[in-house]
């Protein structure tokens, strides 16, 4: 082709090698000799300084330059595989673009070298933008962020922006092991038959923005958090789960996690602790903020699972400002169910529940130690107990204190079993948090509890006193004296079997006195 310009020579019909001669032809019409890799690239910008093309397009690793087609029925699990180990070795950024990426067996991402810098993989977006197809039942752990070995944390980055798809018998999506400060952020998770996304053994990992969908069975939750240590679970919505499946999330062995906000609907139980774990370790500091749940089934959560000794199960549990919504065909009976758990505080959270419902806190078997309920914990829909210990009513149809009733600011409810003098009179001692303070009894059986210490409160302050199961006769044996119960002829205070009396200080006189 002489005596042709470079501008009319044909182009290229295919990709050309890095090291591939070519002519360039200058401005000032000069022609000179130039790789592929030497061309050159130059930010817009004050400041900016001359790159070749190819350092600039290394800046980030896309699926697609390892031969990942994205169509939805190539199978990328080889691409993909190459394209993750690229991308921890060199510490950079792995995108995928728009499509949908299939992968038909496991993919274990390497990780030996214990650094302090982690990768990222992103895509485009959570909704069918950027798609990862889990097909088959080969797929059982998914993508496998795991370390060398047990006890040995690896450092992890940022999966944002991609979406699981599980389908034909894909068991899960995403598994992290052994894993620091894993982060995921914006990611969809969808029709595993399993828990789509499972964290064992993690140290600081977060979860926000996430979406999960027709996941989980019988056995499974549809995530779950397991041996993990300071876990932030944020904003996520938990939707409709598969046929069957027993939860939205399960959090087992864990130890101080904090998971807020978003909403869990349609999924079995909405949250489980402590339900999977051993009989040697259970989980600590769980807070429960600000989750709203609905429709799901037979409660919004339910915390240890029976074995051991009073509180082994769950200990330091707060859930506060939840707030549970049934309706349709679902049957939600409990609000929440507790079993061996130490240290519970609830408040400020309405749960909704179904005709024939058992109660809005159930409390199962005599380990459940230090349960502290209020302010506003309430029921609604349907008229049920407030509390119920043990298989009996709490608050049950009493004219002055049923289930509506309890709309009242309570401050504290202490529930407590078969009482010594001193640990009830430091009950009532710490239940002056408010204007309205409830302490629950509960005895095996008929029970004398002798005190003789004072209260001191303000005027117009009250206490209710609810006996559970057996009959409770609180006695004075130092005689008169400004604190003490008195019934109204000044006798001793007996309740019965699932009585519910109200006393209030009268600053006047300094004694507490029985409301009529």
Same mark, same amino acid.
């Given at each position: ?16 090698? %890095?090291?591939?001669?070519? +002519? ?18 130059? #930010? ?9 093309? &190819? ?11 390892? %031969? ?12 993909? &595989? ?82 699981? $798809? ?27 038959? %399993?828990?789509? $996304? ?23 939750? &549809? ?100 707030? %549970? ?51 506003? $914990? ?21 004219? #002055? ?30 239940? #002056? ?22 209260? +001191? ?37 007996? $309740? ?21």
């Amino acid at each position: 082709m002489a005596n042709k310009r470079i501008s009319q020579l044909p182009p290229a019909s295919s990709p050309l090698a %890095g090291d591939t001669l070519l +002519p360039v032809e200058l401005t000032t019409g000069d022609t000179k000799r130039a790789t592929i890799d030497s061309l050159g690239f130059l #930010q817009a910008g004050a400041g900016t300084a001359l790159r070749t093309t &190819q350092n600039k397009l290394r800046d980030v690793l896309s699926v697609k330059d390892f %031969g990942a087609v994205g169509n939805g029925t190539t199978d990328d699990t080889a691409a993909i &595989q190459a394209a993750l180990t690229a991308a921890v070795a060199s510490f950079s950024e792995l995108y995928f673009p728009t499509g949908i990426y299939r992968v038909t067996s496991n993919i274990s991402v390497p990780r030996t070298n214990n650094v302090q810098r982690g990768f990222n993989i992103s895509g485009v977006g959570k909704y069918y933008d950027s798609v990862i197809l889990l097909d088959g039942a080969n797929v059982t752990t998914g993508l496998t962020f795991a370390s060398s070995g047990p006890g040995v944390y690896q450092y992890w980055g940022t999966i944002s922006n991609i979406h699981f $798809l599980c389908a034909n018998g894909a068991a899960r999506a995403v598994t992290f092991s052994y894993a620091h400060a894993p982060r995921i952020i914006d990611c969809a998770f969808g029709g595993a038959a %399993g828990t789509a $996304l499972f964290l064992g053994n993690c140290n600081q990992p977060v979860v926000s923005g996430c979406f999960f969908l027709n996941n989980g069975t019988a056995a499974l939750a &549809q995530a779950r958090v397991d041996l993990c240590t300071a876990v932030t679970w944020s904003d996520n919505y938990i939707a409709t789960g598969a046929s069957g499946a027993v939860a939205g999330l399960d959090i087992d062995r864990t130890n101080t996690g904090l998971f807020i906000g978003g909403a869990i609907e349609t999924t079995g139980i909405g949250i489980r602790i402590c339900v999977n774990a051993d009989s040697v370790t259970g989980c600590n500091d769980i807070s429960i903020c600000a989750i709203n749940m609905e429709n799901v089934s037979p409660c919004y959560i339910r915390a240890g699972n029976g074995w051991g000794g009073a509180g082994q199960g769950v200990r330091n549990l707060s859930i506060e400002n939840c707030r %549970g919504y049934t309706s349709g065909s679902t049957t939600t009976t409990i609000g929440i169910d507790l079993t061996s758990c130490r240290e519970v505080n609830i408040l400020r959270s309405p749960f909704g529940l179904s005709a024939g419902a058992t109660a809005s806190i159930n409390l199962n078997g005599t380990n459940n130690v230090g349960v502290n309920i209020g302010p506003n $914990l309430t029921s609604f829909g349907v008229s049920t107990p407030w509390v119920r210990a043990n298989g009996t009513h709490v608050v049950d149809a009493s004219p #002055q204190y049923s289930w509506s009733s309890l709309w009242m600011p309570v401050e504290l409810a202490y529930i407590y079993r078969n009482p010594t003098t001193s640990t009830l009179d430091n009950q009532i001692l710490a239940a #002056q948090g408010g204007l309205y303070n409830v302490i629950a009894v509960e005895n095996s059986g008929a029970t004398t509890v002798n005190r003789t210490a004072a209260i +001191p409160s303000a005027n117009g302050y009250r206490l209710t006193i609810i006996a559970l199961n057996g009959n409770t006769t609180i006695a004075h044996l130092g005689g008169g004296g400004t604190g003490q119960f008195r019934n109204r002829s000044g006798a001793n205070i007996t $309740l019965t079997a699932n009585q519910c009396l109200e006393y209030r200080y009268n600053g006047n006189d300094g004694n507490w006195s029985q409301v009529a």
